[in-house]
C-alpha cells in the first residue's frame, strides 16, 4: 500500500503507528492528509486474504477489518473528506461474483467477513463504484490467473469508499484493464475514482448516504 498525492502531504502513518494491535500487526494500512483543495484523509489498506475459514488468518482478517471501520469513523470525525481504497478482500455481495455457487464454502464471501466490510459502510463511507453504476453493475477487479479473466470469471475485492459529501462529487469510476492484459500481470485491475472536491458542494438530495449501493 502507498499513497501518492501531486498536493502536500501530512500526518503519514503506517501500520505499526495506529495504537491498534490488528491494525499494527502486519504492514497493510497507510494514512495521511493530502492538502488538495479541502483536506483529505486518505488510507491505502492491503485487508488480511483469511486463507481458510479455520485459519488464524481468517480471524485476523475480521479483527482488521473491525479495527479499520473503527479508524474510518474516527478519521470521519475529524470533519474533512475521507477516501478509504484498496483491496479489501471481500466481495461484499453475490452480484460481486461472477456466481455464488464457485465460492461456497471460500473465505472473501462470508456472512462474518461480508458484515464486517459493512461495518466499514456503517461508520460513515460510500462505496463509490456501485454508487455510480449500481449494485448489480458485476464490475469485477479480480481474476484468477489463466482462462478465468478471458471469461470473466472474477469478483470485486478492490473498493474506494469516501465520505458522502465527497461521493456527492463523483464524476466516474473505472476500472484500468490495460495492466491486467498484459504478459505478466497482477491477478487485480486498478479501480480508479475521478472526483471534483474544489466544486461548490452539492445539493443534500444528490449526496449519497453511507452505505449507499444505488440500482
Known amino acids: 500500500m502507498a499513497v501518492a498525492a501531486r498536493h502536500a502531504i501530512r500526518d503519514v502513518r503506517s501500520s505499526g503507528a495506529f495504537d491498534d494491535e490488528h ?23 492491503y485487508v488480511p486474504h483469511g486463507r481458510r475459514i479455520d485459519h488464524w488468518h481468517y480471524h485476523y482478517k475480521l479483527a482488521f477489518l473491525e479495527a479499520l471501520a473503527g479508524s474510518a469513523a474516527k478519521w470521519l470525525a475529524e470533519g474533512m473528506h475521507v477516501v478509504v481504497a484498496g483491496d479489501l478482500n471481500v466481495a461484499a455481495t453475490d452480484s460481486d461474483v461472477f456466481h455464488p455457487d464457485a ?15 459493512g461495518r466499514l459502510f456503517e461508520a460513515g463511507l460510500v462505496d463509490v463504484d456501485p454508487a455510480r453504476w449500481g449494485s448489480r453493475a458485476r464490475r469485477f477487479t479480480w481474476w484468477n490467473h489463466g482462462i478465468g479473466y478471458s471469461r470473466n470469471l472474477g469478483m470485486r475485492l ?38 471534483h472536491p474544489a466544486e461548490p458542494r452539492p445539493s443534500a438530495a444528490s449526496i449519497p448516504q453511507a452505505g449507499q449501493r444505488s440500482d
Open 158 to 195: 478492490d473498493i474506494i469508499a469516501s465520505d458522502p459529501d465527497l461521493a456527492g462529487r463523483l464524476d466516474t469510476t473505472w476500472i484500468d484493464h490495460t495492466g491486467r492484459g498484459g504478459d505478466r500481470p497482477s491477478d487485480h485491475a486498478a479501480l480508479i475514482a475521478d472526483f
Open 23 to 45: 491494525l499494527d500487526r502486519e504492514a497493510r494500512l497507510a494514512s495521511c492528509v493530502v492538502h488538495c483543495p479541502g483536506p483529505v484523509r486518505v488510507a491505502s489498506v
Open 103 to 117: 465460492f461456497v464454502g471460500s473465505t472473501h464471501v462470508t456472512p462474518a467477513e461480508r458484515a464486517a466490510l
